[in-house]
């Protein structure tokens, strides 16, 4: 322990640390969102902590409880959020050349896996030394999970005792879509994706099972074909 | 509403969990420091983009399989707005579900 702490006395290291639990805050309102809509779309609070803690990557969480909320079939809830996990494969393969340095061994790197996500990968990229990419990882990788998941349980707890239609609980998903929507928007190619996928989503809407549209969407990933 | 039966949840949990893992443990386990194709890695980092546009599109505008104009309008707008003016998630819920209640209560 003395160990862990002694590297907070140098100011870098510290900035770095308080970067990421600043976020891990942040993240855990965000979790709590999720424990309400997650209960309100029809999981029990247990399937709901069950989720933030075995699954652990936001949008995908989000969009599983979605489909599922609107009577979609789970296999179609599967899918998107399958979908949405995909991009931590991107992740992965980003940081993989520090792989070694932040977790080393092979055991420490399975462990390490459960938290590839957006923050993680954002903030460990972001230093500039192999060591400040380690500590960003772990700090922000232990400290999210934490938060995530308390978020999570106090939010479930919260959701069970309140009406969801009444209070326009309903709109609490596409508004936390749209959050977390707004960075893709930057490039050209993220514009085109977002619009292409929406619409496609609507126009199937009406004659494909509930969900299917949130696949046939992903097909707009197609315009990265095109370099520019 | 119709809920799914409880195991049958339980079951999409734990694929999905496996599913996201796998995702992750790939880079830091499997591939140690190989590249895949640009055009292939572009692809799959649109895939937020249109999904969680395809997402906020199902949950504003439908009910099931039927499109529908209702008070989630509301919400959704003053959720773009607030989300524009980079306003914290917790705040952009909280005024898209206030101006959705406020709507269904006129």
Sequence with gaps: MKRFFAPLTDPIVRRVVVASLTLGGAVGVFGLSFGVASVSAGASVWQTCALSFFVFTGAS????????????????????????????????????????????????????????????????????????????????????????????????????????????????????????????????????AAVLGGALCLISISFLPIGIPILIASCAVLVGLRND | MINPQPQHLWLMIIALAATAYLFKMFGLIVLGSRQLPKVFDRCLGLIPAALLAALVAKDTFSIGQTLVIDARVAGFTVAVIAAWRRAPLIVVVVLAAGATALVRTL
């Design chain 1, 61 to 192: 969480q989000f969009s599983a409880m979605s489909v599922v909320g609107a009577g979609g079939s789970l296999v179609a809830a599967f899918g998107g959020a399958a979908l949405l996990a995909a991009r931590n494969f991107v992740y992965g393969l980003a940081l993989s050349s520090s792989a070694k340095s932040m977790a080393g061994s092979l055991p420490r790197r399975i462990f390490a896996a459960h938290f590839v996500i957006d923050e993680t990968t954002a903030l460990a990229l972001a230093q500039e030394s192999p060591r400040l990419r380690k500590i960003a990882f772990w700090t922000t990788g232990i400290g999210l999970f934490t938060f995530w998941n308390l978020g999570t349980l106090i939010g479930a707890l919260a959701g069970n005792a309140i009406d969801p239609q009444k209070l326009g609980l309903d709109i609490a998903f596409p508004a936390a879509f749209i959050v977390m929507l707004l960075p893709h928007l930057r490039t050209k190619l993220g514009r085109q």
